[in-house]
């Protein structure tokens, strides 16, 4: 399956700490997107990173792509309250008849106050 | 900054009746997509649409499901006997090529 599959499925920190979510995935992909749902709501994209790109930053937030391992890691720095919500990778293979998109089931993550 | 419509919000269907979704994806994009969300549970792929045919299409989207672009710019989903188990959100995103998707808001589907 080219699905991304993350862990942990469920993290909780407190306010302040970083907050680590892996993704690992079965095919060659073009790219990876994180996304993030807050509960019962739709999907935000966070940050895609391309398949020769090995780390990429937007603000609080670090992505790591390793293609050899077909992983990737979504690192947010100094949590907050509000970065509380669920947190999907996206492995996107590309092309024209593979233009399409498969998540994984998503971290769950709670940041106390 | 340019966003993804969906409307409605929140339908409410007898079962075996037809439903349409409807989605204003932004206007320069190419692809379009709906996936569905099962309550609590992942984000499915359903279709995804370019130069206005099916490109790829998953194992959910059967017989009962269709898509359509009528006017050049909604792009809805049709069920044509809802199910119980088609409860769900369903979300409609559209993209460049190689760019991240942009979802819309979702329309929360509730099938009695």
């Known amino acids: 399956s080219q699905q991304g599959e993350e862990d942990p499925q469920a993290l909780s920190i407190q306010e302040g700490e970083n907050a680590t979510m892996n993704c690992s995935y079965k095919?060659?992909?073009?790219?990876l997107q994180w996304y993030r749902q807050n509960s019962g709501r739709g999907l935000v994209h966070l940050i895609l990173i391309r398949s020769n790109e090995r780390e990429k930053h937007s603000g609080r937030l670090r992505v790591t792509l390793d293609t050899s391992k077909k992983s990737s890691s979504l690192l947010i720095t100094a949590s907050r309250a509000a970065d509380t919500a669920s947190y999907f990778c996206?492995?996107?293979?590309?092309?024209?008849?593979?233009?399409?998109?498969?998540f994984g089931a998503g971290t769950r993550l709670t940041v106390k106050p | 900054e340019p966003e993804v419509t969906q409307t409605p919000s929140h339908q409410v269907t007898q079962m075996g009746q037809e439903v349409i979704l409807r989605c204003v994806p932004i206007s320069n994009h190419l692809y379009f997509y709906w996936y569905r969300q099962i309550l609590g549970q992942k984000v499915e792929f359903l279709v995804s649409?370019?130069?206005?045919?099916?490109?790829?299409k998953s194992e959910i989207f059967d017989d009962q499901f269709s898509v359509e672009r009528p006017d050049g710019s909604n792009f809805t989903l049709k069920i044509r006997s809802t199910k119980l188990e088609d409860s769900a959100m369903y979300f409609c995103?559209?993209?460049?090529?190689?760019?991240?998707?942009?979802f819309g808001s979702g329309t929360r589907l509730t099938v009695v």
């Open positions: 649409f370019y130069n206005n045919e099916i490109s790829e």
């Open positions: 996206a492995t996107h293979r590309g092309g024209y008849n593979n233009n399409d998109m498969r």
């Open positions: 095919t060659s992909i073009n790219n």
């Open positions: 995103a559209s993209s460049d090529r190689g760019s991240g998707y942009t």
